[in-house]
């Protein structure tokens, strides 16, 4: 597998990416990972690679570009300490419309590798399902699959709020909430789900019963690896159906 590091400018600056190569002859499906509030570090590359392994050129973009320097950021420091005090001032340089200008040059880099075919999928954990959902409602023509895991604030009065774009949207979306979860409540979950079968999107949205906010994140005090596996089946699933 090749492991590479690539500035793309974007309209705000030059945006560090991560990006995994799988090994052998492509060319192959592409997939961004939107990060969650710590940013990049080990636990975030190694889901990149993982996503590779299955046959994706994968990209992780550092949306905390705006902020300059930081971390590398331990969770489990964070969530025993002051968790807002730590990544809030990372957390103010992004959201969900800044993620799709930054996803705007990220498909027009994704579109001068002779090793993408073109068919693109985004995936994002924490903050970044919301983002993840963004994009697939802003590019509805380029992103044929799209998945969240335990994303926040997935369906609010935000006018930025995801889950009014689903009458945009044209990929099928796979999203797994955790049945405890202050950041999307059932109440929550309801509302997204309306919205999307009030607009016809194919989608399956999935409450994890057990699993608590952050459960796919290895590097997380609530990581719950039987429920992640059975997360990252369902995402290759999707993948290699959508993309494949």
């Known amino acids: 597998m090749k492991h590479e590091e690539v500035n793309i400018r974007t309209r705000d600056g030059q945006c560090p990416v991560q990006v995994f190569v799988p090994a052998g002859a492509g060319p192959w499906p592409a997939v961004i990972v939107y990060m969650d509030a ?8 190694q889901i990149g690679e ?4 299955g046959g994706y050129v994968v990209l992780v973009p550092d949306l905390f570009y705006r902020h300059g320097p930081y971390g590398p950021l331990d969770p489990k420091e964070a969530f025993a300490g002051d968790f807002r005090a730590m990544v809030g001032p990372l957390m103010a340089t992004t959201d969900n419309p800044r993620a799709a200008r930054d996803t705007e040059a990220l498909l027009a880099y994704l579109d001068t590798r002779s090793d993408v075919t073109g068919k693109i999928g985004t995936v994002g954990f ?6 993840a959902l963004t994009a697939a409602g802003t ?5 044929a699959a799209a998945v969240s895991f335990h994303g926040g604030r997935l369906a609010t009065d935000d006018p930025a709020s995801p889950h009014l774009l689903a009458p945009k949207i044209r990929a099928e979306l796979y999203i797994a909430v955790a049945d405890n979860d202050r950041s ?12 999307l079968d009030e607009a016809g999107v194919r989608y399956r949205c999935e409450v994890y019963r057990g ?5 796919m994140k290895p590097d997380f005090p609530v ?12 995402m290759f699933a999707l993948f290699d159906r959508a993309l494949k």
């Open 139 to 143: 590019y509805p023509d380029r992103v």
């Open 223 to 234: 990581y719950d690896e039987a429920a992640a596996e059975r997360g990252w089946s369902e």
């Open 126 to 131: 924490c903050m970044g399902g919301g983002m």
């Open 211 to 215: 699993a608590s906010h952050g459960w």
């Open 184 to 195: 999307c409540p059932p109440e929550m979950v309801a509302r997204l789900e309306q919205a």
């Open 38 to 45: 710590f940013g990049i570090r080990p636990a975030l590359l």
């Open 50 to 53: 993982r996503i590779a392994g």
